[in-house]
C-alpha cells in the first residue's frame, strides 16, 4: 500500500499507540553504528544481518544477543548503558524524524486522540525525544527499563500497559509499528496496527495494514487503513481455512486470558503476565504443550485457564509432504482448530505450530540432500509461519529415526544439521524461534545402538532454540510401560553429555498424560471390526476400568500404572474374547518425571498431549514444575 490513502476517512480510533525507533524517530542507524563500535572494541565484526536480527528486541535481549554472536565480554546492562550513551550523543545532535510521523502525532493530539509511546528503548534516551515534542504529545511512555524483565517485544504486555495508560482497551488501539517484533507484540495484545517498513520489510496481514511511509496520512486515515485491511482479511478468510481474525471474540478471549493470567501468574521465557508476580523461582521449570487436532473437541472448555500456564503451544496437524508442501491434516475439524488458534493467539502462549514429516520413508533425507531441494524447502518453512503468524516453529522430523534405517543415519546426520542451521537462522532474522521434536540418545557414539544419534543432538543445540525430547513410547508393539521412569532418567542422562552444558536450558523433556491399551493374548475368532492397540487417557482411564472390571495396580520400579480386562468383541457372525492390558502415566507420575527434567538442569517440560491430561494431571504438572530447589534447601 503507498502513503496515498484511497480509503475513505473513518471515525478516530480511541487511542494510538507509537513505537519510537523506526516508526517515530530514524534511529535505528544510530544503534547500528553504536552497536559496531562496541563490538570492534572486543575485536570483532558486526555484520548488517546482526544488527537487523536485533531490530525491535528489549535491549536486554540485544545485549545477551551481542554477548553471544559479537562476543561482547561485558554484563548485559553493561552493554545496554555503552549503547545508550552512543545513541544518546548522536541524538544530542539531530534527532532523525521519520517522514511524517510528527504531523500526524500532532494532528492526533488536536483531535484530541490520546497517544501513548510504546517502545523498548529505556528512559534515559527516550526522554530527549519526548523534550523535543510538544508538551503533552503523549499521556504516558512505556519504556523498555520499565516493564517487568522478560516481558519486552514481542510479549504483549508493553502494548497492554499503553492502552491501560490511555484509559481504553487495546481492541480500541491502533499501534504504529516498524518491526516485525513490534508488530506481533501489538496484534498479541489486541491492537489493530499499521506498519511502517523501515529496516525490516513487513507484510499486511490479519488486523495488520501496511503503508509505505506516514507522509499524507491524517487521524481520520488510521481507521480507514485498518477497515480495510479487516475487509481483507475476512475475504480471504472465507477462501483459507484455519485464517484468523474474529475480532469481536477476540475481545471476549483476551479479557479472560487477561484475568486468568493475572491470578495464576503466567512464566513466559523467564517472566509473567501478571504485574505484581514474580517470575520462576531457581531451579523451575516452564510448561510446552502440544494440541493434537483429535483432542480439540475435549480442550476447548479449559484453554482459558491452561492457556495462562503455557510458555510455547504447538498445534498439531500440519504435515510436510513434499519440499513445498506444507498442509493440513485432512481429518482436523477446521471450525474446532480456527477458534483454537484464534484463542491461542490471544493468549500469553507462544504459538509454536508442529509440522510432522508426512513423506515416505527416505523422502525427507533425500530434499535435505539436496542443496536446491533443502532451499526450497526452508522457504516453504518461511512462508508457512508468515501465513498462519506463528511465533517459532517445531519440526517433528520422526522418520529418520523409526522409517529410514540406521543404515542411512551416516549420509543424512550432516544434511540434517546444515538444514537445521539454516532454518534457524531464517527464522531468527524474522524473529522467530525454531523448536525440534526428536527421541533421545543413550550413549554419544556415532555408531552405537543406544539411541537415535541421526539428529547429532550436540550440533545442532547452538542453532535451536529449543530441543523437546520424546522421552516415551518405550513399548509400541508389545504391552509394556510407557515411559518407565529408570529408562527417562537414562535419556536425561544420555541427551545431557551429548549436548554441551551451556546447551542444556534449551532441553525441553517430554512427559506422557497418556497410555495403552493393548491385545495381550485373542480366543476365538474376531470380527474384523475388532479393535488392535488403542489409546488411553488420564481422563478415561479410571472410568474404562470401571467399566470393565479391571483392578489398577501401581509398579513402582516404572512409576506407571496397570490393569487386565476381558472384552467379548463379535458381530453376529464371528466372536472372540480380548485380554486386554492398560498401562498409563497418571498425576503423580507425570510430576516425577517433570521432577527429573528439574534436577537435571534442562529448560522446560513439553506435555503429550493437550487433551490428555485431567485436571489432576495438570495442576500435579504445574505444582511440580513451579516447584524451586532453593526453597527445597
Known amino acids: 500500500m503507498t502513503a496515498t490513502v484511497d480509503a475513505v476517512p473513518g471515525t478516530l480510533p480511541a487511542a494510538v499507540l507509537w513505537d519510537m525507533d523506526g516508526t ?41 544477543y551481542m554477548q553471544e554472536h559479537g562476543g561482547v565480554e561485558l554484563s548485559r546492562h553493561e552493554i545496554v548503558d555503552r549503547l545508550l550513551d552512543g545513541v544518546i550523543a548522536r541524538l544530542h545532535r539531530r534527532i532523525p524524524w521519520r517522514p511524517g510521523a510528527r504531523e500526524l502525532l500532532a494532528e ?60 481504553t482497551d487495546p481492541f480500541d488501539c491502533i499501534a504504529i509499528e516498524d518491526s516485525p517484533t513490534g508488530l506481533r507484540s501489538a496484534r498479541r495484545a489486541g491492537c489493530h496496527v499499521i506498519g511502517v517498513p523501515n529496516v525490516k520489510e513487513l507484510s499486511p ?50 479479557a479472560v486470558a487477561v484475568v486468568a493470567a493475572l491470578i495464576l501468574g503466567v512464566a513466559l521465557f523467564g517472566g509473567d503476565d501478571g504485574e505484581a508476580e514474580p517470575a520462576l523461582p531457581p531451579g523451575a521449570v516452564p510448561i510446552d504443550v502440544w494440541a493434537p487436532y483429535w483432542t480439540l473437541g475435549d480442550t476447548t472448555r479449559e484453554t482459558d485457564v491452561r492457556f495462562g500456564e503455557i510458555r510455547e503451544l504447538s498445534p498439531f496437524w500440519y504435515g510436510a509432504r513434499g519440499a513445498t508442501d506444507i498442509v493440513v491434516d485432512e481429518n482436523a475439524s477446521e471450525e474446532l482448530a480456527s477458534a483454537f ?53 517445531d519440526l517433528d522430523y520422526e522418520q529418520f529415526a523409526f522409517a529410514d534405517g540406521r543404515a542411512s543415519w551416516p549420509a543424512t546426520r550432516p544434511n540434517w544439521v546444515t538444514f537445521v542451521a539454516e532454518l534457524a537462522a531464517r527464522l531468527h532474522d524474522d524473529g522467530r524461534t525454531l523448536t525440534v521434536s526428536i527421541p533421545g540418545v543413550w550413549n554419544v557414539d556415532a555408531d552405537s545402538s543406544d539411541g537415535y544419534w541421526v539428529y547429532d543432538h550436540g550440533a545442532i543445540a547452538e542453532h535451536v532454540d529449543a530441543i523437546r525430547i520424546m522421552a516415551y513410547d518405550y513399548s509400541v508393539q508389545e504391552p509394556g510401560p510407557i515411559a518407565p521412569i529408570d529408562w527417562v532418567e537414562s535419556v536425561v542422562a544420555g541427551t545431557s553429555l551429548a549436548v554441551p552444558e551451556e546447551h542444556h536450558d534449551k532441553l525441553v523433556l517430554g512427559v506422557p498424560a497418556y497410555g495403552s491399551n493393548w491385545v495381550e493374548s485373542t480366543l476365538g475368532s474376531c ?22 472390571g479391571g483392578t489398577p495396580v501401581y ?10 480386562y476381558a472384552l467379548t468383541v463379535e458381530d453376529g457372525a464371528t466372536s472372540c474374547v ?32 493437550l487433551g490428555y491430561e485431567d485436571d489432576d494431571v495438570w495442576s500435579a504438572v504445574v505444582d511440580a514444575s513451579r516447584r524451586s530447589l532453593a526453597a527445597e534447601g
Not at 110 to 139: I, N
Not at 221 to 245: C, I, K, M, Y
Not at 527 to 548: F, H, I, K, Q
Open 108 to 167: 492526533l493530539n488536536a483531535e484530541g486522540v490520546p497517544c501513548a509511546l510504546v517502545t523498548m528503548s529505556w528512559r534515559r534516551f527516550v526522554d530527549p525525544v519526548l523534550a523535543a515534542l510538544p508538551e503533552g504529545s503523549f499521556v504516558a511512555a512505556i519504556t523498555g527499563d520499565e516493564v517487568p524483565e522478560g516481558m519486552g517485544k514481542p510479549h504483549p504486555e508493553p502494548y497492554r500497559l499503553g492502552a491501560e495508560a490511555c484509559g
Open 341 to 393: 488458534l484464534d484463542e491461542a493467539q490471544t493468549s500469553a502462549a507462544r504459538v509454536v505450530p508442529s509440522i510432522v514429516d508426512e513423506m515416505p520413508a527416505g523422502g525427507m533425507a533425500a530434499i535435505l540432500a539436496d542443496p536446491a531441494t533443502r532451499s526450497q524447502h526452508v522457504d516453504a518453512i518461511m512462508a508457512f509461519a508468515d501465513d498462519v503468524d506463528a511465533d517459532g516453529i
Open 205 to 254: 496481514g490479519r488486523g495488520i495494514a501496511v503503508v509505505d511511509t506516514l507522509e499524507g496520512v491524517g487521524a481520520h486515515d488510521l481507521r480507514a487503513l485498518v477497515d480495510e485491511q479487516l475487509a481483507a482479511d475476512e475475504s480471504a478468510q472465507r477462501g483459507a481455512p484455519f485464517t484468523l481474525g474474529r475480532e469481536a471474540r477476540r475481545r471476549v478471549l483476551l
Open 578 to 609: 480380548q485380554n486386554r492390558r492398560v498401562h498409563w502415566v497418571d498425576a503423580e507420575g507425570a510430576a516425577a518425571r517433570v521432577e527429573i527434567a528439574r534436577r537435571a538442569g534442562w529448560g522446560g517440560v513439553a506435555l503429550w498431549a
Open 555 to 564: 509398579d513402582e520400579t516404572t512409576a506407571e500404572w496397570s490393569f487386565v
Open 24 to 64: 517515530l524517530v530514524d534511529t535505528e542507524p544510530y544503534w547500528f553504528a553504536a552497536e559496531r563500535d562496541l563490538v570492534e572494541e572486543f575485536g570483532n565484526e558486526w555484520p548488517d544481518h546482526h544488527a537487523h536480527a536485533m531490530v525491535g528486541f528489549d535491549l536486554l535481549d540485544a545485549a545477551a
Open 527 to 548: 470380527p474384523s471390526s475388532a479393535e488392535g492397540r488403542t489409546n488411553a487417557t488420564a481422563r478415561t482411564v479410571l472410568d474404562l476400568a470401571s467399566r470393565r
